[in-house]
């Protein structure tokens, strides 16, 4: 059983079931899509296009080829210029929900964070120590 959802392409009601979350009619429309962008990729001089030139050419909505690299139907690996905006500051990536800088920064905010936190343990111990020491 599904559940009745709001189709984000048209706004109709269609039954949910996990797997497309668009309503049939439009899942059919995106698919006809997917083939003409595919098409259009197939060609060898087509590889190294960029959203925007594919969705020019195409007329495809930009944020259906985010769709198509996220959901891995169109592969980075083979067409260099697809991606998904970092759902930190919407460049580009192909892995993940963040770009290369991004989640590097967030690397470096953790580190300073578990750095934070070791500090925080020491001067807690320490104050245990003093305490301690006081009541003896
Ligand atoms: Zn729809
Ligand atoms: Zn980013």
Redesign the pocket.
């Known amino acids: 059983m599904g559940e009745l959802r709001n ?1 984000p ?2 706004n ?1 009601f ?1 039954n949910y079931t996990g797997i497309r979350d ?2 049939a ?2 899942a059919n429309i995106e698919e006809q899509q997917y083939e003409t962008v595919y098409k259009f990729l197939r060609k060898r001089e087509n590889r190294a296009a960029n959203i925007e030139r594919i969705c020019e050419v195409t007329g495809t909505k930009e944020s259906l080829l985010h769709k198509w690299v996220r959901k891995g139907r169109l592969q980075p690996a083979m067409f260099p210029n697809l991606g998904y905006p970092c759902d930190n500051c919407g460049k580009l990536t192909t892995s993940g929900k963040l770009c290369e800088n991004c989640t590097s920064n967030l690397k470096a905010d953790l580190r300073t964070f578990d750095a934070a936190k070791d500090f925080r343990d020491k001067v807690a111990n320490q104050d245990k120590g003093t305490f301690h020491t006081d009541r003896k």
Do not use: A, E, L, N
């Open positions: 189709c392409t048209c109709d269609f668009v309503c009619k439009c």
